[in-house]
């Protein structure tokens, strides 16, 4: 029997008491000030996280050492209304070089009054990163994939201060 | 309601978060996980309920009570922590967005 189904988007959403272009300005031109301090590949700490502004800019942290991390392309950048870009971290937590296995990730800013904005967020097409996006088969029993998802779990709900 | 939102309220709990990672580690009954935890059985039901309605457990008969196992078909790995982290991006970006541009005195 296949039981491979194509993943639901991740989708949030959220209101934030602001206009359209400073809610778009705020989380592109600082992304880095709000991304989870938690979400690092590189083996140092993040001295500070840039976003590009352009298509074909990327998403990327640099580490206090100089060494860089470029997890997102920038495929579409349309201010106020949209921005649309690649997720390129693996399954196995490793940047992915192979565009056609990395998922992508849209936010779009709607004005809901001259002071409102939803910012609504999907990212989508996780099916792309292939094996290991899914379920962890057998995981019930305990195999080894539920070690690694725990240990990320754990450092994402790690209690800060 | 999707089921992204309620797992993300489901783990927001620390004492449920321990249970989830108790039965990760390995199956075990309510009377197992009540040993372990500092709540009552009907607490630890509860917690198992929510953890159940979330798709994040399942139940199977064992004998008279059942065994609580991880639902693998309720997790994507991948999926569970992009699901966490945009939650808490966004909710980190909403206080960026709403501070005041100047610093109150």
Redesign the interface.
């Known amino acids: 029997m296949n039981t491979r189904v194509t993943?639901?988007p991740?989708?949030?959403?959220?209101v934030?008491?602001?206009p359209i272009a400073?809610?778009f300005k705020?989380?592109t031109e600082?992304f880095g000030?709000?991304?989870?301090r938690d979400?690092n590949l590189l083996r140092v700490d993040i001295a500070e996280t840039v976003f590009e502004p352009r298509v074909g800019g990327h998403v990327y942290d640099r580490g206090v050492d100089g060494s860089e991390c470029r997890f997102a392309r920038v495929l579409a950048f349309e201010p106020p209304h949209r921005v649309l870009l690649s997720?390129d971290i693996s399954?196995q937590w490793q940047i992915e070089t192979d565009p056609a296995k990395t998922s992508e990730?849209e936010v779009r800013f709607i004005a809901e009054s001259e002071a409102r904005t939803r910012?609504e967020?999907e990212?989508r097409k996780?099916e792309r990163?292939g094996d290991?996006?899914?379920?962890?088969?057998?995981?019930?029993?305990?195999d080894k994939?539920?070690p690694?998802?725990?240990r990320?779990?754990?450092e994402?709900?790690a209690r800060k201060g | 309601m999707?089921v992204?939102t309620a797992q993300l309220a489901a783990?927001g709990d620390p004492t449920r978060?321990l249970i989830f990672?108790m039965i990760?580690?390995?199956?075990r009954s309510v009377a197992e996980i009540t040993r372990q935890v500092p709540v009552s059985q009907s607490a630890v039901s509860q917690h198992l309920k929510v953890l159940r309605d979330s798709r994040l457990v399942r139940a199977e008969p064992k004998g008279a009570s059942n065994v609580y196992?991880?639902d693998?078909?309720?997790?994507?790995?991948?999926?569970?922590?992009?699901?966490?982290?945009?939650?808490?991006?966004?909710?980190?970006?909403?206080?960026?967005?709403?501070q005041p541009k100047e610093p109150s005195p």
């Open positions: 993943p639901a991740v989708k949030h959403s959220i934030v008491d602001a400073r809610a705020v989380f600082d000030s709000f991304k989870p979400h997720w399954p990730w910012v967020l990212h996780l990163h290991g996006w899914e379920s962890v088969r057998g995981g019930v029993d305990g994939g539920w690694l998802y725990l990320n779990f754990a994402l709900f | 999707t992204d783990l978060r990672e990760a580690e390995r199956p196992h991880i693998p078909h309720g997790l994507g790995q991948m999926r569970a922590w992009l699901d966490q982290f945009w939650s808490k991006t966004l909710t980190a970006y909403k206080q960026a967005v709403e």
